[in-house]
């Protein structure tokens, strides 16, 4: 019989059993996490030009988003602030921080800062910040607690059923027009009552502002 | 549960109806064309690269895909802002500048669009006094022109590239020589403008060297209505029609609608006579009287086909009709001689002569630039004796112009006594008459220098050549049709460092500012004062308010229209022997200038519906005559005879094809095309009309000879199919029958069974009665005239790319919407029907039940959408379309090379084309890829901005209905002819809701019970019952209808069992 198959045949069931179970797992593994709305990104947070800290600034300074974020209301694009907007402050402030090199040299010689992007949609998604600002939904229902972040990272999957998510049902994240950019702000500290409250008012909402629950394709892809 | 069509055999009696050339021959190549759901061709894939070496290197390719792992991760992507942010800039959200089109002679007020700094899309400004958002096809596709990637991009000096510096340093060498010998010896080109500052820069040079002489050359010159006017009326005017005052229209080989001066506005006035509320109204009436099928033509009620030559006896026997009773003895005498030629259409004339004259103060007569001054004269004459002037036309004053002619030109360089030439736009080597010999002549004067938009035929003979600078890179101004002075403001700066007319002028003439803001600025405070305030309203607006020329009154000088009619050359007879030629000017490339662009180059020829190409035009009966092989289908193919065409010594070979109703023994040749220096798109397109051109007859010549080769040539058209069949399709009335019978359009298709659910049920039907929004949409054929600006604007709207000719003629073009163009009645002289067709956004939609993985949907506010990410490209959705609107990309037509768009599968766009182009891109719109369907969205983008923008208004409250008619889509806001609403239907007070009630309002195919949400107004007719042919007792296509399935007139209307298949020609037949 050795004529037939030669010695290292006896190895062979088990190598290949171990290779199918090592591969197997890996494509479990693959799939289970790349095959699944909850990868898109969540997590990524490169390291910027200018460390910039969100927490500094929004959270303990306490400057609104549309200070530097001015466009948010206006365009489908939210800005990221020229260096002349940093400037505002930091030519009183910390004038000579090394760690604002970057941002005084830019507002100086007009060399833009390559600032790296974090949150991004796929080409074919027409994503407009203003109708969602201006319309009850806040900058934390997508960017999380931005607030709290010192280097910005992607908090949620921006998959299509995270926003389907929302879009199938808007009266839960609806608040008032006038604390969309109040990350931390909430109907109440007791999670019980806020989210009764969130019931309550979501479809006052929803009823006073003719809020559409958006589900057609023509919504987001032309 | 279906409706079975209706089936449209041929009637045993009655009238034979034609369908195509092949109707000639009916072969079965063609039966079998006509029953493919593709033409032949489109699905398959028989390219060069046949589908084994395709799958060999797809599978190199996939390997290596592997190999390299790339792409585990996204790539790291940069945001990179401004340092300090332009004033008023939001990224993200367009600007609109208000600037306007220079055109020869007159300008188009226009709105440009800029996307982040760079123009992607322009509309006509509809604050202009003369405007109401409309456009032509060249305006619409200009911003394409300015993203070439084969424009002219650099300074050169001859031939090889040369330094800006150096250039202009050239140019003030030239200033200080000329200012030494008062210019003499310095010749200057130009095109016809209406550049206020060009007048400007151009006398103030006269004065400082007045020596200098100055020609102008246009190879299609609009301007000889102005000449005749000035010398029949005695002083330098400008006539000004008012289309829409006129009740009764006669153009004489005057294409007003296609190819005239300003015909956009035409189209505008023309459209507005001719539309129609309810029965009482009356639309306008048409007569047009030309040897070419013109897009007039097209529209006319009644239109007779003589050769251009022979038009003068017309003009003549209509204007001695005419003037005999208003007593204007020496004129009637003199041109009682010069009708004798037109005698065989006395009844025709006679019956039009009498409906001019009980249309007095409420007509017009046109003539076309084809025409000598002599009929120009007789016009003149007309409208003058029919009270018109000052009514239905209107003479403007001026600027009389005094620039010689090319040939005056010519002579001098052979007279050897030019020393610099200077040559601004034009092309002169390529459409100067070929009996001047310009190659020859140019090369004469010592120096040349040129500023022309593309490095062509006479940048090739230039010791200089500088780049011109697109209008929307410019600083200019202009005025319009009424004389309204109008801006030109750039949005870019120079994309390739090109120079502006004005200002290579300056620094010729060595004035102190060469600025062209300056100079516009300087001109502008001579008109409106010193004030910054006009100023900038001036650009805010883009025209200065009550700034057109006042209209004059005129008195008409019988003794000057007698000397210009003594003028008139006797023309010979056209016999097929000696065939008249006639040079047109071409409805996409004009004269040659918009050669090298894939929109225009692709745009179905309004009438003959042919693309990247001209060919010689004949009649049916004169290509018989000269017993050409009429048309030939071989594996799909379009073949067409090739000839010579020989002509004064000189020759040309071309293709010929037949033009229905074109006058017998002409041959059309329309010009633009098979230039030798041009860029990746012009190359290879077409034949040179002008090489037969000659300076005494630039229009039209009697004399040709015509040699068949034997050999047969291919052709790209998008509709060789003319005939509806007999099928309601366009349905159209005589305005009689529509007055009898308001509803005529009701119940043409055999009526859907009432009882029984659509087929293909609307899952939003539920939602539609609550909904905000319903879009829809309807088109008013009676207005539409088939001018295809609706093409352009959608293609630059939509980032449609172009294909290419092999790919047109496999069938496999992408427009979003064509028209189409039928025929009806007699082969000679046919009637014709136009027909925007685009998606129909079915309620009922049976493209969408076929799809197998849901990649064409419906949405809640009744559109059918795509969704491209979904397709994989099974094309049933295009199989079970009614109505043939869908398109497939069948290659990355967006990846291709601009020369190579069917090179096979893995052809490259190299980087500096892709570069460039992807700017005109729309960044709302999709730029679809290889391999999925795609078709109108009702310009979804347009509809989400609005609803976006009425949201953010709206805020915190409820306000969110989008404003009725405050937006449409790209089609309705190019369309001159306003044909085309756009908005919301369940808003009743919205024009389309309106237009929707009306009794001419159908829908095509309705019997299918699809329920499209577009809709079309049927069209009227206005036929004079007295004239002698035959389209007096109904249009050509309704009895073809009424021949097939019964006359809907008549009471066998509603129920006529059309779906019985049941041919009903026997028993109507004594009605017509």
New interface residues.
């Given amino acids: 019989m050795s004529d037939i198959f030669p010695k290292w045949t006896n190895k062979l069931p088990v190598r290949l059993l171990t290779g199918a179970f090592v591969v197997g797992t890996a494509l479990t593994a693959g799939v289970w996490y790349y095959f699944t709305p909850k990868y898109t990104?969540v997590g990524y947070q490169?390291i910027q030009p200018v460390s910039f800290s969100h927490a500094v600034h929004v959270g303990q300074v306490g400057l609104d988003c549309r200070y530097c974020h001015s466009?948010v209301?206006?365009?489908?694009?939210s800005?990221?602030?020229?260096?002349?907007?940093c400037m505002n402050c930091h030519n009183q402030l910390l004038p000579t921080d090394t760690r604002l090199a970057l941002v005084r040299e830019?507002?100086q010689?007009?060399?833009?800062?390559?600032?790296?992007?974090i949150h991004?949609t796929p080409?074919?998604v027409?994503f407009?910040h203003?109708?969602h600002v201006?319309?009850?939904v806040s900058c934390v229902e997508c960017h999380g607690q931005i607030n709290q972040m010192d280097e910005v990272y992607h908090a949620k999957s921006f998959s299509m059923s995270f926003c389907l998510e929302c879009h199938r049902n808007p009266a839960e994240r609806l608040r008032?027009?006038d604390k969309i950019t109040d990350l931390n702000w909430k109907w109440d500290d007791d999670p019980k009552v806020a989210a009764q409250m969130q019931k309550v008012n979501g479809e006052k909402?929803m009823h006073?502002?003719?809020v559409?629950s958006?589900q057609?394709?023509?919504?987001c892809?032309? | 549960m279906k409706t079975i069509p209706p089936a449209c055999p041929e009637p045993d009696t009655g009238h034979k109806y034609w369908r195509s050339l092949d109707q000639l021959s009916d072969t079965p190549e063609f039966r079998q064309w006509a029953e493919r759901e593709f033409p032949s061709g489109a699905s398959e894939l028989n390219d060069p690269v046949t589908r084994r070496d395709f799958v060999k290197i797809m599978s190199a390719s996939f390997l290596l895909a592997g190999v390299g792992l790339t792409a585990c991760r996204k790539p790291e992507e940069h945001i990179y802002p401004f340092s300090k942010m332009p004033e008023g800039y939001v990224h993200g959200v367009p600007q609109y500048y208000a600037t306007s089109m220079p055109t020869r002679g007159t300008a188009i007020p226009l709105l440009a669009k800029s996307n982040d700094g760079r123009p992607t899309k322009v509309e006509g400004n509809t604050n202009h006094p003369d405007s109401n958002g409309g456009t032509d096809r060249f305006a619409q596709a200009s911003v394409l022109n300015l993203y070439d990637p084969d424009r002219a991009s650099r300074f050169t000096r001859a031939g090889s590239p040369a330094k800006q510096e150096d250039a202009l340093e050239f140019l003030a060498q030239l200033s200080k020589k000329f200012q030494g010998n008062s210019g003499d010896g310095l010749c200057f080109l130009l095109e016809r403008s209406s550049s206020v500052s060009r007048a400007r820069l151009q006398k103030l040079i006269s004065e400082k060297y007045s020596k200098a002489k100055w020609f102008i050359y246009e190879p299609v010159d609009l301007e000889i209505q102005r000449q005749a006017a000035s010398r029949t009326f005695g002083k330098s005017v400008s006539p000004y029609y008012r289309l829409d005052e006129a009740e009764v229209v006669v153009a004489l080989d005057c294409d007003f609608i296609g190819s005239e001066q300003d015909s956009y506005i035409n189209i505008r006035r023309f459209a507005k006579a001719r539309k129609l509320t309810n029965p009482s109204d009356t639309p306008n009436r048409l007569y047009a009287v030309e040897g070419l099928m013109t897009l007039t033509g097209v529209n006319a009620d009644h239109r007779l086909r003589v050769p251009t030559s022979a038009l003068a006896a017309v003009a003549a026997r209509l204007g001695s009709k005419i003037l005999e009773p208003s007593g204007s003895n020496d004129l009637v005498a003199a041109l009682q001689p010069l009708a004798e030629p037109a005698k065989a259409h006395e009844k025709w004339i006679a019956e039009c002569a009498k409906d001019l004259l009980a249309h007095k103060g409420k007509s017009l007569v046109l003539a076309g630039h084809r025409q000598p001054l002599a009929v120009h004269a007789i016009v003149n004459a007309l409208n003058n004796a029919l009270g018109n002037v000052g009514k239905t036309v209107v003479y403007r004053e001026v600027p009389a112009s005094s620039e010689g002619s090319i040939s005056e030109l010519a002579q001098l360089l052979n007279g050897n006594q030019v020393d610099t030439l200077v040559i601004f736009g034009g092309n002169p080597a390529y459409d100067a008459p070929a009996d001047l010999d310009w190659g020859k002549a140019q090369k004469k004067a010592k120096t040349t220098v040129r500023l022309g938009y593309y490095e062509d035929e006479t940048a090739a003979l230039s010791d200089w050549h500088l780049p011109l600078a697109h209008y929307l890179e410019s600083w200019g101004d202009a005025r319009t049709g009424d004389g309204t002075l109008v801006s030109v403001q750039p949005l870019i700066e120079p994309l390739f460092g090109g120079v502006t007319e004005i200002e290579i002028l300056a620094r010729i003439g060595g004035l102190e500012k060469t600025s062209p803001y300056e100079i516009v600025r300087e001109s502008f405070r001579g008109i409106a004062g010193e004030s910054d305030e006009p100023w900038k309203k001036f650009l805010h607006d883009g025209f200065l308010a009550n700034s057109a020329a006042q209209t004059v009154a005129v008195e008409f000088n019988s003794a000057a229209a007698l000397v210009e009619i003594a003028s008139l050359k006797p023309t010979a007879v056209a016999t097929k022997e000696s065939l008249e030629v006639v040079f047109h000017r071409d409805y996409s490339m004009d004269d040659g200038r918009f050669n090298n662009n894939g929109w225009l180059q692709e745009l179905p020829d309004p009438v003959t519906k042919m693309v990247w190409e001209n060919a010689m035009l004949m009649s049916i009966q004169t290509v018989k005559d000269l017993g050409l092989n009429v048309v030939d289908h071989e594996d799909g193919k379009l073949l067409v005879p090739w000839v010579k065409l020989q002509l004064g010594g000189r020759e040309l070979e071309g293709p010929v094809w037949i033009q229905p109703g074109q006058a017998d023994n002409t041959v059309g040749l329309a010009l633009g095309y098979g230039r030798k220096q041009t860029g990746r798109i012009g190359r290879g397109s077409g034949y040179d009309a002008y090489r037969l051109r000659t300076a005494a007859n630039p229009y039209f010549a009697v004399g040709a000879k015509l040699i068949p080769s034997g050999n047969t040539y291919e052709i790209a058209c998008t509709q060789n199919h003319w005939s509806m069949e007999g099928r309601p399709i366009i349905r159209e009335a005589n305005l009689e029958q529509y007055r009898k019978k308001p509803d005529f359009v009701k119940g043409m298709d055999a009526p859907p069974s009432p009882s029984e659910e659509p087929m293909y049920p609307n899952p939003f039907d539920k939602v539609k009665g609550s909904a905000l929004h319903q879009w829809g949409m309807a088109i008013d054929l009676n207005a539409c005239v088939g001018c295809s600006a609706c093409m352009v604007a959608c293609q630059s709207e939509n980032n449609i790319p172009i294909v290419g000719k092999n790919q047109v003629a496999k069938g496999r073009e992408l427009h979003w919407i064509r028209i189409d163009r039928y025929y009806s009645g007699k082969p000679n002289d046919p009637q014709v029907v136009n027909q925007p067709m685009l998606c129909q956004h079915c309620e009922a939609a049976p493209c969408e039940s076929v799809c197998p993985v849901n990649a064409t949907v419906h949405d809640n506010e009744g559109l059918n959408v795509m969704v491209y990410n979904r397709c994989v490209g099974t094309r049933y959705c295009s199989n079970n379309c009614p109505y043939k609107v869908r398109r497939f990309n069948y290659f990355d037509y967006n990846k291709r090379p601009l020369d190579k768009l069917y090179y096979g599968p893995f052809a490259k766009r190299p980087d500096d084309e892709l570069d460039i182009i992807k700017l005109v891109k729309n960044p709302d719109v999709t730029v679809r890829m290889r391999g999925v369907m795609e078709k109108c969205t009702f310009c979804v983008q347009r509809i989400e901005q609005a609803k976006i923008s009425q949201k953010v208004k709206a805020g915190a409250s409820g306000d969110v209905q989008v404003p009725t008619d405050s937006f449409t889509t790209a089609c309705a806001q190019a369309c001159p002819a306003g044909a085309i609403i756009f908005g919301n239907i369940a808003d009743p007070k919205s024009a389309v809701s309106e237009w929707k009630k009306r009794d001419r309002n159908y829908t095509v195919l309705d019997f299918l019970a699809t329920k499209p949400r577009l809709t079309y107004l049927a069209r009227v007719r206005n036929p004079n019952p007295a004239m002698p042919d035959e389209y007096t007792n109904m249009p050509g296509s309704f009895s073809e209808y009424a021949e097939k399935s019964g006359n809907p007139l008549e009471g066998h209307g509603s129920a006529h069992g059309a779906g019985e298949g049941h041919p009903h020609g026997e028993a109507e037949k004594g009605a017509h």
Avoid: M
Avoid at chain 1, 73 to 77: L, P, Q
């Fill in positions: 990104r490169p466009a209301e206006k365009s489908w694009y800005n990221i602030p020229t260096a002349g907007t830019s507002a010689t007009g060399k833009t800062i390559p600032w790296v992007q991004k080409d074919y027409y407009n203003s109708v201006n319309r009850g008032p027009a909402f006073d502002w003719k559409e958006l057609t394709c023509s919504a892809h032309r």
